[in-house]
């Protein structure tokens, strides 16, 4: 036996449950409360719906040089970021516990990509840019890593925290892997 169908008055889209309906209904309403995405700015009707769509700005936008590889090459803002070298002043990153705290509390499942760099030409920008804007850096940074290992504890635990990340990603670690094979 069919569930009786709650229709809305507005549009005539129907629901099985009488609790969907009531949600659906607040986009109907001429004066509702938005919210925003701090990110795009976008304006959603439910709370539920904006942390739903704050998810797809978690993943990073990488450039794809072909299917399976990301491109190498930095972006403009890559290279206006490394012209004008940058230094992380707030304390929160450079501390392992705290920036994992922080990471995790905004950044969702891939909160590893909120991490924020604190060292070298893009100190100061987090994993996430870093992959969408500077592939090839990223690739000869892990490469070197991997052959040399790291001395200081927080590059350290920072390199591996970016190893880890960009292991999410496998157009990015194609060339990582493939450097490490020739070797």
């Known amino acids: 036996m069919e569930k009786p169908r709650h229709r809305c008055s507005v549009c005539d889209k129907t629901f099985t449950e009488k609790s969907n309906l009531t949600r659906h209904l607040k986009i109907h309403a001429v004066a509702r409360e938005t919210f925003d995405c701090d990110v795009c700015r976008r304006s959603l009707t ?36 490394a012209e004008a070298p940058s230094t992380v002043d707030d304390p929160t990153w450079l501390d392992p516990k705290t920036a994992e705290a ?61 190893l880890a990340y960009a292991r999410e990603f496998p157009p990015v670690t194609w060339h990582l892997e493939r450097r490490l094979k020739v070797r």
């Open 46 to 81: 439910t709370k539920s719906s904006l942390v739903s769509h704050q998810q797809q700005h978690q993943y990073p936008n990488i450039v794809m040089y072909r299917q399976g590889e990301a491109r190498l090459q930095c972006t403009e803002a890559a290279k206006s970021v």
């Open 102 to 162: 922080m990471a995790k509390r905004s950044g969702g499942e891939l909160w590893k990509g909120q991490l924020v760099i604190v060292f070298g030409k893009y100190a100061g920008q987090t994993f996430k840019w870093l992959l969408e804007n500077d592939v090839g850096w990223l690739v000869w940074l892990l490469f070197q890593y991997c052959q040399q290992g790291e001395q200081n504890e927080l590059l350290k635990w920072q390199k591996e925290r970016l």
